[in-house]
């Protein structure tokens, strides 16, 4: 049974407008834990003083199988975040969205290399042991980067459970590189809004290319049924010529376009738009809205149907659709989430930098200094989470 397409879908200005607001905020607050991270004295001190409580408590608090696994669960992590991307790649046939995944996953390390190794430059203040730039962490870039492509080829119906999984998992990594001495707490929230500053480009790159092929015609089916026709219409004439010979004689006109084809329009095919097909003229009943056009070519009375047919349900999330409903879908992480975790990321390393005494490892300084870099992981994994999930959520 065949239905007639669904309508071309528009692009407005400020479906564009205000993803790119958001990646603009994103860009900012890499832009400003660059600036505290790597250019004042007290942000350089409080991200040593982390980093140096984070390598004590490995001893202290974690047992040596654990902190075996930790090396590995990044490459874990990202090795099966890939493996199910492209299991649902395929089962899905999400082919546009693994595409814009692909490029998310290029841009945003290529960003944080570049930043690392070209653009940035830490001054040496004397403070940190280590004085070459590690801002933003390339470990957490590469694990983040293939969770979010995860996201984009998820189904519509398990982008939730992605999205929060997604960003608890990569939260976690996160932190793992600052226990395993790899980088700062700042390096790798860093890491974590650049990746999410790349995912919502990528949600913009699929609705471009969904509204582009979504157009009468443009549709790569589309454009293969009608080099099909051509040459089927090219290999006629030839035959036609064939059968003629030196004859005199002309089959009458029309007599092969009455063979059938599946590849030309007919029984149980849309046709092409025009005021050639009745169904997709310009004038008259036939220019009535698809809700309404059964499918008059249909061979049999039970196949015409409108479009879509009765009880088909194409958006899983159509009952947050109604009235009192803001969302197409649920986004998570929750809004509360990401501001809980931000509040208490900043409260906890501003008490930490107002304390006359400075933070030693071992003392309480110290240990609130690593949990309000922890914190300030956390807070920038859902927040890049929920830009992606929040403009996924119209998408089908």
């Not at 409580?53 to 075996?68: E, G, S, T, V």
């Amino acid at each position: 049974m065949s239905f007639l397409p669904a309508p071309a879908r528009s692009m407005p200005r400020r479906s564009v407008i205000r993803p790119l607001m958001t990646v603009a905020m994103l860009s900012v607050c890499v832009g400003i834990a660059s600036y505290i991270s790597l250019m004042t004295m007290t942000g350089q001190s409080l991200d040593d003083e982390a980093l140096a409580q984070a390598k004590a408590d490995r001893n202290d608090f974690f047992p040596w199988i654990f902190l075996a696994a930790a090396q590995h669960l990044p490459e874990l992590v990202s090795i099966a975040a890939a493996v199910l991307a492209l299991v649902w790649t395929v089962r899905t046939r999400r082919w546009i969205p693994a595409l814009a995944g692909l490029g998310m996953i290029l841009g945003a390390n290529f960003t944080t290399q570049f930043l690392k190794r070209v653009l940035l430059n830490k001054p040496d203040y004397g403070i940190q042991q280590i004085v070459h730039n590690s801002f933003p962490s390339g470990h957490t870039t590469a694990t983040a980067t293939i969770l979010v492509a995860l996201l984009l080829v998820a189904p519509p119906h398990l982008r939730a459970k992605t999205a929060t999984w997604g960003w608890l998992l990569a939260a976690i990594t996160g932190m793992l590189t600052v226990l395993n001495g790899w980088h700062r707490p700042s390096d790798a929230a860093a890491a974590l809004l650049i990746v999410g500053a790349w995912g919502v480009l990528a949600v913009i790159a699929i609705r471009f290319t969904d509204a582009a092929l979504s157009r009468p015609g443009a549709h790569p089916s589309d454009v293969y049924r009608r080099v099909r026709q051509k040459m089927d219409a090219r290999r006629e004439n030839l035959e036609r010529r064939e059968d003629r010979g030196d004859s005199a004689f002309t089959p009458p006109a029309g007599s092969h376009q009455q063979q059938h084809n599946p590849h030309q329009p007919g029984i149980g095919q849309p046709g092409p738009r025009g005021d050639g097909n009745p169904r997709f003229g310009t004038q008259g009943p036939a220019a009535a809205s698809y809700s309404n056009a059964p499918y008059v070519n249909a061979p049999y009375p039970q196949a015409q149907q409108p479009y879509p047919p009765t009880g088909f349900q194409q958006n899983p999330y159509a009952q947050y659709n109604g009235p009192g409903h803001g969302h197409r879908a649920p986004v998570r992480p929750r809004r509360g989430t990401v501001i809980t975790l931000l509040v208490l990321a900043i409260g906890l390393a501003v008490t930490v930098a107002l304390m006359p005494s400075p933070a030693v490892a071992g003392t309480w300084a110290g240990r609130a200094t690593v949990i309000a870099g922890y914190l300030g992981i956390a807070a920038a994994a859902a927040l890049s989470w929920r830009s992606v999930a929040r403009w996924l959520r119209s998408l089908s």
